[in-house]
């Protein structure tokens, strides 16, 4: 499902301060979601 993946990687590109070491000790999967939870929160506190 392309269409449920490139909102995650969008939000990771909108979200640069992720650290490196963070993806490469969660994994890439990982780290996506936490990125689309930031994004979410984001979005429901402006």
């Not at 969008?10 to 994004?39: H, W």
């Amino acid at each position: 499902m392309p269409s449920k993946k490139t909102p995650a990687i969008k939000a990771k590109k909108e979200l640069p301060e992720i650290p490196k070491e963070l993806v490469e000790r969660l994994g890439f999967e990982k780290t996506l979601n936490l990125a689309q939870q930031s994004q979410i929160s984001l979005l429901l506190k402006s």
